[in-house]
C-alpha cells in the first residue's frame, strides 16, 4: 500500500483517528529502535533505522510498516 502524500489520515501521527487507513503490517517489538528492510529480498527496500523517542510506535518511511512497543517492555 503506497502512503497516500495528500490524506493527512495515513501518516504516523493520526493512528487512533477513527478515519485514518490501518497500518500494512504492525510488528510488536520490545525496543524502541528498530531496523526495517520491508521484508528483503526484491520486494524489500534499503535497510532503515528508526527511535521511537516517547512514542509506542514508529512507521517505516519505505513500507508503511508499524513497529508498535509491547506492552510491559522497557524499551531497552
Keep these: ?3 497516500l ?3 493527512p489520515l ?3 501521527s493520526t493512528p487512533g483517528h477513527p478515519d485514518a487507513l490501518p497500518a500494512p503490517e504492525i ?3 520490545t525496543s524502541r529502535r528498530v ?3 520491508g521484508g528483503g529480498g526484491a520486494l524489500g527496500h534499503p535497510v532503515v533505522y528508526y527511535d521511537m523517542g ?3 510506535f514508529v512507521e517505516c518511511g519505505y513500507c508503511d510498516r508499524r513497529f508498535v512497543l509491547a506492552e510491559g517492555a522497557d524499551g531497552h
Design 5 to 7: 502524500r495528500d490524506n
Design 35 to 37: 531496523k526495517c528492510d
Design 54 to 56: 516517547e512514542e509506542p
Design 27 to 29: 510488528i510488536m517489538v
Design 10 to 12: 495515513t501518516d504516523a
Design 1 to 3: 500500500m503506497t502512503k
